[in-house]
């Protein structure tokens, strides 16, 4: 038995390093009055980490008695977050809100650490238990950090929204948990497939995985399980909503991905790469086109009449998740893919206009649409660069995020699934209104007041290029990224 | 002998109980005492299958469903404690300063 | 005619109704914290007829010992003691009891009509269930659980901590 423990240790590497740099920022955080160095230890801890996944490149087993899988979707998922988290570290360093904590800015970075912590066991889970778990651990990470601001009524307002929200959906799910655990006898994703392959009573089966989806919704701001986004992006700290919207949301897919991929797809089929055969009585694919249009349009549609930029950006990315949505209901390789070359170029072009609103707010202290007039002239960098992530957002070429709607609505047309390729083209031109609206006030129209010019250091500008050169590169340049999103979808399910 | 479904039925009404309670109160402790209640509806229904199955990982799942509902009962609380500090308040319709 | 299983069973079944119905509907905070009192030891004394003894031990030392002080703590702190009226507002009873009614309904559904992964055994078969065997349990096959568990605890111990105490004054500029 303890063989297989000592066995697996091996291939969690990178967890562990991120569990040590857990502990030692705890310490370092008590021991030195300078926080800058809690940075730093948290900034080496995640390189590390970095630096051991890459040895599990090819690896494609379960380890820890088949609760854990360590497999090329992992691996992709876990390079994605590890990215994330660092460009959020980086983006939370050059924020004033989060200097302004003072005492308490340490912790803010640690508990980045522990965030991620929960999404990698997020995206590696095979087993029910580890699931709830994974899932836990990062709401509970989340409901904090977004309340850190403690002095701001709307951050502690945002935090309790959240916390209500989060526990009552993983209530749902944990009861959805249970009806499956009656059906199948086990907690194992391939053994639970095993059984509902072998037939099990339909209506309770359709039921748990309606109230497993609602826990999974939630996690990824599927509507009508989105309430708690707009309120809770707009009080939290921007470096929290924007490490929300990118990372919490592609573990959360993830997880999403891998239950789909191997519960519901026939063991007894003939395997075939292209289409998956799904087991007749689930109706996975109904569910997952009823969220991802519902959440497409209910976020395009909202997006539309906000003047906040934090809120606009929530709808938009509730918008987004829409999208990605529809990658994933078409359930073989190529959508698969899709979804996860979507999702690098999403948080390249995220994260900057997050970064460029949190620069800003910065310095003029708002975040309304109105303050933003006359920008683009005043400050052209930021004009330039913003309307370049804009772009991007909308899904115009030559950027990235227009590849990355290539992909989704060529795997949709190939799988005959034109309605919703349509829709989702509709959503994108709905989309293009709200965000030309910025375009607009920016370049088109002169404030009311006067506003200084901004000037950013150096290494603002640096980190704004960090993430627009992607934003543009891989508009151009995309067949590596599609190569490694191909040659990641091999999700472990069994031999 | 109390047969197995009589334990669900009973379960599944006390995890309605609780989501009324959830929908229905304004006050957040409130709230925070009817989800311990969805949450326990959910560990008896483990339980009993558990129990009927012969199967002892139902059991195993309680545990880590009680480790989590305790450590999210610490953090609500610390927040709603927050929270009241800050408003003198903790009934829902009155935390509305973020709107539609 | 009953046996005394049965008479236990609609005891603890009514005691842990009757007290959920008072968390829920009550006006006073305090009844409704007593109330779940009630319930917590209702459930354990449920785990202990479905022969998961270590389990309803648990459950009394976890809910009632830990989450419910918490919880009682949490309301002395946000409520005005000095007055004694502590309302809290219902509202929209009717549209919340139809939603509450079709959940009832759909769960009582499917556990009429499906059929369980059941060997055919009585509870009373599952008597090896002890501490040793749980621990041994966590140590080999639910190791990685476990520790997460660890990594959880540590994560919101920290976290309440730092959310709730009294931060110094801002001085004033």
Same mark, same amino acid.
């Given at each position: 038995?303890?063989?297989?423990?000592? =066995?697996?240790?091996?291939?969690?590497?990178?967890?562990?390093?991120?569990?040590?740099?857990?502990?030692?920022?705890?310490?370092?955080?008590?021991?030195?009055?300078?926080?800058?160095?809690? %940075?730093?230890?948290?900034?080496?801890?995640?390189?590390?980490?970095?630096?051991?996944?890459?040895?599990?490149?090819?690896?494609?087993?379960?380890?820890?008695?088949?609760?854990?899988?360590?497999?090329?979707?992992?691996?992709?998922?876990?390079?994605?977050?590890?990215?994330?988290?660092?460009?959020? %570290?980086?983006?939370? #360093?050059?924020?004033?809100?989060?200097?302004?904590?003072?005492?308490?800015?340490?912790?803010?970075?640690?508990?980045?650490?522990?965030?991620?912590?929960?999404?990698?066991?997020?995206?590696?889970?095979? =087993?029910?238990?580890?699931?709830?778990?994974?899932?836990?651990?990062?709401?509970?990470?989340?409901?904090?950090?977004?309340?850190?601001?403690?002095?701001?009524?709307?951050?502690?307002?945002?935090?309790?929204?959240?916390?209500?929200?989060?526990?009552?959906?993983?209530?749902?799910?944990?009861?959805?948990?249970?009806?499956?655990?009656?059906?199948?006898?086990?907690?194992?994703?391939?053994?639970?497939?095993?059984?509902?392959?072998?037939?099990?009573?339909?209506?309770?089966?359709?039921?748990?995985?309606?109230?497993?989806?609602?826990?999974?919704?939630?996690?990824?701001?599927?509507?009508?399980?989105?309430?708690?986004?707009?309120?809770?992006?707009?009080?939290?700290?921007? +470096?929290?909503?924007?490490?929300?919207? %990118?990372?919490?949301?592609?573990?959360?897919?993830?997880?999403?991905?891998?239950?789909?991929?191997?519960?519901?797809?026939?063991?007894?089929?003939?395997?075939?790469?292209?289409?998956?055969?799904?087991?007749?009585?689930?109706?996975?694919?109904?569910?997952?086109?009823?969220?991802?249009?519902?959440?497409?349009?209910?976020?395009?549609?909202?997006?539309?009449?906000?003047?906040?930029?934090?809120?606009?950006?929530?709808?938009?990315?509730?918008?987004?998740?829409?999208?990605?949505?529809?990658? %994933?209901?078409?359930?073989?390789?190529?959508?698969?893919?899709?979804?996860?070359?979507?999702?690098?170029?999403?948080?390249?072009?995220?994260?900057?206009?997050?970064?460029?609103? /949190?620069?800003?707010?910065?310095?003029?202290?708002?975040?309304?649409?109105? +303050?933003?007039?006359?920008?683009?002239?005043?400050?052209?960098?930021?004009? #330039? /660069?913003?309307?370049?992530?804009?772009?991007?957002?909308?899904?115009?070429?030559?950027?990235?995020?227009?590849?990355?709607?290539?992909?989704?609505?060529?795997?949709?047309?190939?799988?005959?699934?034109?309605?919703?390729?349509?829709?989702?083209?509709? =959503?994108? #031109?709905?989309?293009?209104?709200?965000?030309?609206?910025?375009?607009? =006030?920016?370049?088109?129209?002169?404030?009311?007041?006067?506003?200084?010019?901004?000037?950013?250091?150096?290494?603002?500008?640096?980190?704004?290029?960090?993430?627009?050169?992607?934003?543009?590169?891989?508009?151009?340049?995309?067949?590596?990224? #599609?190569?490694?999103?191909?040659?990641?979808?091999?999700?472990?399910?069994?031999? | 002998?109390?047969?197995?479904?009589?334990?669900?039925?009973?379960? *599944?009404?006390?995890?309605?109980?609780?989501?009324?309670?959830?929908?229905?109160?304004?006050?957040?402790?409130?709230?925070?005492?009817?989800?311990?209640?969805?949450?326990?509806?959910?560990?008896?229904?483990?339980? *009993?299958?558990?129990?009927?199955?012969?199967?002892?990982?139902?059991?195993?799942?309680?545990?880590?469903?009680?480790?989590?509902?305790?450590?999210?009962? *610490?953090?609500?609380?610390?927040?709603?404690?927050?929270?009241?500090?800050?408003?003198?308040?903790?009934?829902?319709?009155?935390?509305?300063?973020?709107?539609? | 005619?009953?046996?005394?299983?049965?008479?236990?069973?609609?005891?603890?079944?009514?005691?842990?109704?009757?007290?959920?119905?008072?968390?829920?509907?009550?006006?006073?905070?305090?009844?409704?914290?007593?109330?779940? $009192?009630?319930?917590?030891?209702?459930?354990?004394?449920?785990?202990?007829?479905?022969?998961?003894?270590?389990?309803?031990?648990?459950?009394?030392?976890?809910?009632?010992?830990?989450?419910?002080?918490?919880?009682?703590?949490?309301?002395?702190?946000?409520?005005?003691?000095?007055?004694?009226?502590?309302?809290?507002?219902?509202?929209?009873?009717?549209?919340?009891? $139809?939603?509450?009614?079709?959940?009832?309904?759909?769960?009582?559904?499917?556990?009429?009509?499906?059929?369980?992964?059941?060997?055919?055994?009585?509870?009373?078969?599952?008597?090896?269930?002890?501490?040793?065997?749980?621990?041994?349990?966590?140590?080999?096959?639910?190791?990685?659980?476990?520790?997460?568990?660890?990594?959880?605890?540590?994560?919101?111990?920290?976290?309440?901590?730092?959310?709730?105490?009294?931060?110094?004054?801002?001085?004033?500029?």
């Amino acid at each position: 038995m303890l063989e297989q423990v000592y =066995n697996s240790l091996q291939f969690i590497k990178p967890e562990l390093i991120l569990v040590g740099t857990l502990l030692v920022s705890i310490i370092v955080d008590l021991i030195f009055k300078n926080k800058k160095v809690v %940075v730093a230890f948290v900034i080496l801890g995640l390189v590390l980490s970095f630096y051991y996944l890459t040895f599990l490149n090819s690896i494609n087993q379960l380890i820890f008695f088949n609760m854990y899988a360590i497999d090329p979707f992992a691996y992709f998922f876990k390079i994605f977050l590890l990215v994330a988290t660092i460009g959020i %570290v980086l983006f939370s #360093v050059l924020s004033k809100e989060i200097s302004d904590l003072k005492s308490r800015e340490g912790e803010f970075y640690y508990f980045l650490v522990a965030l991620t912590i929960g999404m990698f066991l997020m995206t590696s889970s095979t =087993n029910l238990i580890m699931m709830y778990l994974a899932i836990e651990l990062t709401s509970l990470t989340s409901y904090m950090l977004a309340g850190f601001m403690k002095e701001e009524k709307s951050s502690s307002e945002a935090s309790l929204k959240y916390v209500l929200y989060g526990a009552f959906s993983s209530g749902m799910m944990l009861y959805g948990i249970s009806i499956i655990y009656g059906l199948t006898g086990s907690f194992d994703l391939l053994a639970i497939n095993m059984a509902i392959a072998d037939g099990v009573s339909s209506l309770a089966l359709l039921i748990s995985t309606v109230l497993m989806f609602v826990g999974f919704g939630y996690k990824i701001s599927a509507v009508p399980f989105h309430f708690w986004t707009p309120d809770v992006y707009e009080g939290s700290p921007i +470096s929290v909503t924007t490490i929300l919207s %990118v990372a919490s949301k592609a573990a959360g897919f993830s997880m999403l991905m891998r239950t789909a991929k191997i519960m519901f797809i026939d063991p007894y089929a003939a395997p075939t790469v292209n289409d998956w055969q799904i087991i007749d009585s689930v109706p996975i694919v109904e569910i997952l086109t009823i969220l991802s249009v519902l959440t497409m349009t209910l976020g395009n549609l909202v997006a539309i009449w906000q003047s906040n930029l934090k809120r606009l950006l929530a709808y938009s990315s509730i918008a987004h998740a829409g999208y990605l949505l529809l990658g %994933v209901l078409t359930m073989n390789n190529e959508g698969y893919s899709a979804t996860l070359i979507y999702f690098v170029t999403y948080l390249f072009m995220n994260v900057g206009a997050f970064l460029i609103v /949190m620069l800003v707010s910065n310095k003029l202290n708002s975040s309304d649409i109105d +303050s933003y007039k006359g920008l683009g002239m005043k400050s052209p960098f930021i004009g #330039v /660069m913003f309307a370049l992530f804009l772009i991007s957002l909308t899904g115009l070429p030559p950027t990235a995020g227009f590849v990355g709607k290539l992909y989704i609505f060529a795997a949709l047309v190939n799988k005959k699934l034109i309605l919703l390729a349509v829709i989702g083209v509709l =959503n994108s #031109v709905v989309s293009l209104y709200y965000y030309v609206r910025i375009f607009r =006030n920016m370049f088109l129209r002169e404030s009311d007041i006067e506003t200084p010019e901004i000037k950013l250091s150096l290494a603002e500008k640096l980190l704004i290029l960090v993430f627009a050169i992607p934003t543009i590169g891989l508009g151009l340049y995309f067949a590596p990224l #599609v190569e490694f999103a191909h040659a990641s979808v091999e999700i472990f399910s069994g031999n | 002998m109390i047969p197995l479904n009589y334990y669900l039925l009973f379960a *599944a009404f006390l995890f309605s109980v609780g989501v009324v309670g959830v929908l229905i109160r304004r006050n957040a402790i409130i709230v925070f005492m009817c989800i311990e209640l969805m949450l326990n509806s959910v560990n008896l229904t483990f339980i *009993a299958f558990s129990a009927f199955m012969g199967n002892a990982i139902g059991q195993m799942f309680v545990f880590f469903v009680m480790t989590v509902a305790a450590a999210e009962a *610490a953090v609500g609380l610390a927040i709603i404690i927050a929270l009241f500090r800050n408003k003198k308040t903790i009934n829902i319709d009155q935390i509305n300063l973020l709107k539609w | 005619m009953l046996n005394l299983y049965d008479y236990i069973f609609y005891f603890f079944a009514i005691v842990i109704l009757g007290s959920s119905f008072v968390v829920v509907f009550s006006r006073n905070i305090v009844h409704s914290a007593f109330a779940l $009192l009630f319930t917590f030891f209702g459930v354990a004394g449920f785990y202990v007829l479905l022969s998961a003894d270590f389990l309803a031990i648990t459950q009394l030392l976890v809910y009632v010992g830990g989450i419910l002080v918490l919880l009682l703590f949490g309301v002395m702190l946000t409520n005005n003691i000095v007055n004694v009226e502590i309302k809290s507002g219902t509202m929209q009873t009717l549209p919340a009891s $139809l939603i509450a009614a079709l959940i009832a309904g759909l769960l009582c559904g499917i556990f009429y009509v499906s059929n369980w992964y059941l060997v055919p055994t009585t509870p009373e078969l599952l008597n090896n269930t002890t501490a040793v065997a749980i621990g041994y349990a966590f140590i080999t096959t639910w190791i990685l659980p476990f520790e997460v568990a660890s990594v959880v605890l540590l994560v919101a111990m920290i976290g309440a901590v730092i959310i709730a105490r009294r931060e110094k004054a801002p001085e004033v500029e």
